[in-house]
């Protein structure tokens, strides 16, 4: 079956640092692959995602590029904020998209000023 | 923007007693999920809804049954709630399948506490 593999936090970085989260996936055919953000107290929101090999999906300074050769969809950001602390989930749909998301574990991100 | 909202932010329950969570989505959706929060776990698929009347399985849904009427509703059940179900739970909606259809929008969440 489809699996997403992200990991781990939490990841702990200064303000200003550049940010990467690893995500690489496991899947039939060719999914569409999202990351989501997860703040405090909140549900899940879309971030960002890319719907064939080799898109970018690009919001609010980040990024993410879909691999298809490295089955891979790693988030970046060149400089983060104390804003972007959160969880990041890592997320694959596969065949036409009636099913549910894969998820990756999430990712635990705290930025300190 | 769509919107999809829940019932409850937070529910205390007993072991035993049947629980419902209702979920509505406010853009015509096609389809509509449910999911579990489990910290290290992350998300998983408990049941989903492509169509009015329609449900399939996820990836874990022993001890839960869903219901949708309606289009714009859909709801999650616990027959008889035990305290291993006690859990963050996440309905999601979508257009529908393929291509932009398939992006998925998250309500905020019921915290169940089952005692």
Redesign the interface.
């Known amino acids: 079956g489809d699996s997403v593999t992200q990991m781990?936090g939490p990841v702990t970085l200064s303000e200003e640092a550049f940010l990467t989260i690893n995500c690489t996936y496991t899947a039939t055919g060719y999914p569409?692959l999202?990351w989501?953000v997860q703040y405090p107290g909140?549900?899940?929101?879309?971030l960002l995602?890319a719907?064939k090999a080799d898109d970018k999906g690009s919001n609010k300074g980040f990024e993410a590029t879909y691999r298809k050769e490295t089955t891979s969809f790693h988030l970046e950001k060149g400089s983060v904020q104390v804003s972007d602390s959160a969880v990041y989930?890592c997320a694959l749909?596969s065949?036409?998209?009636?099913?549910?998301?894969?998820?990756?574990?999430?990712t635990h991100l705290i930025i300190q000023p | 923007d769509v919107k999809v909202t829940q019932s409850s932010r937070y529910l205390v329950k007993r072991t035993g007693e049947k629980v419902f969570l209702e979920c509505v989505q406010d853009m015509d959706h096609e389809n509509m999920f449910w999911y579990r929060q489990d910290p290290g776990l992350g998300l998983r698929l408990i049941y989903f809804s492509y169509d009015v009347k329609m449900k399939e399985k996820g990836d874990i849904p022993e001890g839960y049954s869903v219901s949708r009427e309606k289009k714009e509703r859909f709801s999650l059940i616990l027959e008889s709630a035990s305290t291993n179900q006690t859990s963050m739970y996440l309905c999601a909606s979508s257009l529908g399948a393929g291509g932009n259809r398939n992006e998925q929008f998250f309500g905020p969440g019921t915290r169940l506490t089952v005692l």
């Open positions: 781990e569409s999202f989501y909140e549900g899940l929101q879309l995602k719907t989930f749909i065949g036409g998209g009636a099913d549910g998301l894969t998820f990756g574990k999430g």
